[in-house]
């Protein structure tokens, strides 16, 4: 039978998808239903003098209006920060309360103090405007570096300041700092950025009263770990009455992740009036209050000797949290982000230094590569300066500090297994034709355009994470996967997976993997997920985790239905277990033609006799059935790597940068299906050309957000781009079975310092900060025309 | 979104008899229905023109070509006629919005908006057009008022757009990245007399640029705007370009814009 591992199998979703099949949770409707509008504070910053709904509870169809008060009074808890990060003095960081629904005080543009639930959507559209908040505006905290400076936004939280966290050893730092050569020093912001999944986040809870439980059909990631966060710490309902059901999601990029006020207030509010509520987003809803990405102002220093040894590194980040702390808030800018600033580089000594802070704008959370591509973009804009200061070619400067020799300790958390950094280098580089490039600057040149070309080398972090790890750095939870493979006495395969598929295509790759270890026809296998009453528990899709640890559950769990089956053929054939040998679907007796399908062992296991016999197929100690379930921990994360080169030709005459080419060449370790992860690559490098060129959330100094919709926030489309250059090389993870990466974050990581380095080499080594607008570029080129008259 | 009722004319002078000082006309509703949505603008009756026969269509004369004010931009951009009689004309109906936008939006909708950033207002302007309503004709120069603002009085209707075919033109748009408006875009179009070099994007509302009409007129050549400094004290600042960025674009798409001539 033929490996369906490495090949391109055709998308089992995109049927129900492309025949407008899918089922979202604005599609799920239920019988006696009602509508909930969220009332939101139009300002930043202020403080709630007096909620009035009497006005409102009078208007046409409204069901109830619930506010911070009943919220408070009933301890519904609020949303919380889970992972824990101390500082560099040792104390612990500072998070404030995040009521679902404020109570006294308002924190950003779109921070929820009431709802509205109404027989209709219009009516409690009607009813929420006639909800009199009397608000005192108060002076609002909107810039990231200047935050620390700016008013006490929680009280009792100095400087608005979440954690100073340090990662390396300062001394050390300094020791290499006065060997060096020349220092190389660069000053960033990575910019604001709005997920913007396709699917807006939807909520509709129901409340059964016979059975006492709770159904929340969600837009989530991750529905079991919503579960465990709206029990413990929302008070909600205990896990065993509360459903959680996240079904056909569109699109998260790490937005989803959350569970959101939205999903806290419906779920209460629908026992308390004992009926079923429905709550989608409108897309300026999202805007407001999705998470927000990135935000970074950091200044950076790399030490070296003349000859390019990179000798030491220096990261001073100030990282915005926006209001509050959420889910993955703190841990994206330190154990995400900090781990990773050395990059792909042998750097003897280093340290990441991060200062969070509050401020009344959105959350800021994890989004697509969470804190790598942070960490990408300083250490890649960083060796392409030191590469334009030291005149040294940029990829020769790569290559002499690559590691050598893997398994690779990197300087500060992580060992990165495995991995080939210069075939990956020299194939990018043969891709793109890095040695033609001067003749196409040239012939750029005499159309009056200005070309250049940028490298990244970079590796990330993903596969998260190993529980104990990431626990005894403060994590809340474990970071395992489980997977369930049951068999069905008629020999068809269910997959239960904690992993949650919101385009990453699990119930095809996922099925691969189970056809490969069963030997059963990818058509009998059917996987599930999304569903707190199906599979036995999961931490959900992020961090590029569902294959390296999730795909790896069902590989292990498909192995002890092997092993049961291995005893079963024994003793149904009258062979020693030892003996059996599984191949293809079949176990074989070795040196025997005697053989079972384990389509005959399922049945065998679930009908476990035979007429007019006392006999039964399972040995003693096995039970009938076959079912096996994987609780998967990993030993190590996982260490994708690549090298992206980027070619730009710049209008000086209009600021206008045109993508002329992209080449990414990643190393994902071993591929399931080729299609499925180019449409990952692909849909990456979109976002991280996105960051580079186009996207940017901006708030004005009152904190409300300029960028509301589609009018002012620039998504990308296809006309953007490039048709991208996409090749691999291949070194298989040795840290588990399959020998996977994952691959579903590295072009978001990637593609902004390789775009933003070729932007900037055009524009002869001057800085532009992202994203590289026609009137920033168009500035730049004229400052270019004023220096070579200058220099003429 | 309010409730309001919805009516569907049969004729303009149907359409005409049921506005009010609290109706609009829809169209594409390509602007109307997403104001309402967003609570920007309330109307007690919408009144449809799109079924109105006679407002749709495009005749080409040997001076002119005409349009009917509830043609779509998808209609005038992929017809022959006026890809043959004005080609920059087609290729400005390609370029609006999205195709979404371009199979509902229609000229009319768009010229009685007269939104500062529109494409089709600088085609107004630069190809001396007359737009025939309901009640008369107006001339382009004397239509376009101001910010949002026209020369219609109310319950009057545009019934179709009446552009003199040039001798040559090109409009040339500097697109807003995020919604493809044009940040500035500026439609040059030589006549036998003169040249006009429309300009949207740039200012409150859309204007014939005298000094670059002026120049071009003596030597229609690029070289005769190249580095011209053009006064920014009036053109508009929004996040996306500095009025000083918007001043060098309009003499950049100026240039273009006469070179693909």
Known sequence: MASLVGSRVERKEDKRFLTGKGRYTADINLVNQTYAIFVRSPHARASIKKLNIDKALKSSGVVSILTGKEIADEKIGGLIAGWAIRSEDGTEMKC???????????????DPVAVVIAESLAEAKEAAEKVEVDYKVLKAVTSTADAMNGDTIHEGIDKNLCFDWLLGDRQKVKDAFDKADKVISIDIINNRLIPNAMEPRACVADYNAASEEITLYTTSQNPHLSRLIMSAFGNVAPEHKLRVVAPDVGGGFGSKINVYNEDIVCSWAAKKINRAIKWVAERSESFLTDIHGRDHVTHAELAVTKDGKFLGFKNETIANLGAYARVFGTVTPTYLFGPCATGVYEIPAAYTNVKAVYTNTAPVDAYRGAGRPEATYTIERLVEKASMELGIDKTELRIKNFPTAFPFKQTLVHTVDSGDYVAGMEKAKQMADYKGFEARRKESEGKGKLRGIGVTSYFEACGIAP????????????????AEVRFNPTGQVTVYTGSHSHGQSHQTTFAQIAADELGVPIENIDVVHGDTDKGTFGMGTYGSRSLAVGGIAIVNACKKIVEKGKRVTAKMLEANPEDVEFKDGEF??????????????AFACYLPGVRDEMKSPLPEGDEPGLKETSFYDPSNFSFPAGTHIAEVEIDPETGHVKLEKYTACDDFGRIINPMVVEGQVHGGLAQGIGQALYENAEYDETGQLMTGSYMDYTMPRADNFPEFNIGYTCTHATTNPLGVKGCGEAGAIAAPPTVMNAVIDALGGQEVTMPATAEKVWKACKNLKKSNVKAA | MKDFNYHSAKDSKEASKLASSSSA???????????????????????????????????VSGKSVTIGAATKHVEVSNSKDVKKAIPSLSSLAEGIGDPQVRNRGTIGGSIANNDPSADYPSACIALNATIHTNERKIEAAKFFKGMFETALKKGELIEAIEFQIPEKSSYQKHPNPASRYAIVGVYVAKHKGDVNVAVTGAKSCVYNDKEMSKALSGNFSSSSIDGMDLDSSEMNTDMHASAEFRASLVVTQAKKAVDAC
């Open chain 1, 467 to 482: 529980s104990a790890a990431v626990m005894s750095l403060g994590c809340g939870v474990g970071l395992w996967e489980s």
């Open chain 2, 25 to 59: 006309f829809l169209a594409g509703g390509m602007t109307t229905i997403p104001s309402m949505k967003l609570g920007l603008a309330t109307y007690k009756d919408l009144i449809d023109i799109k079924n109105i026969k006679k407002l749709s269509g495009i005749k």
């Open chain 1, 96 to 110: 404030p309360g995040n009521p679902p629904l404020a109570k006294d005080n308002v924190n950003f543009v779109g």
């Open chain 1, 588 to 601: 074989i007796v070795s040196k025997s033609n005697k053989k079972k399908t384990i389509g005959e062992v």
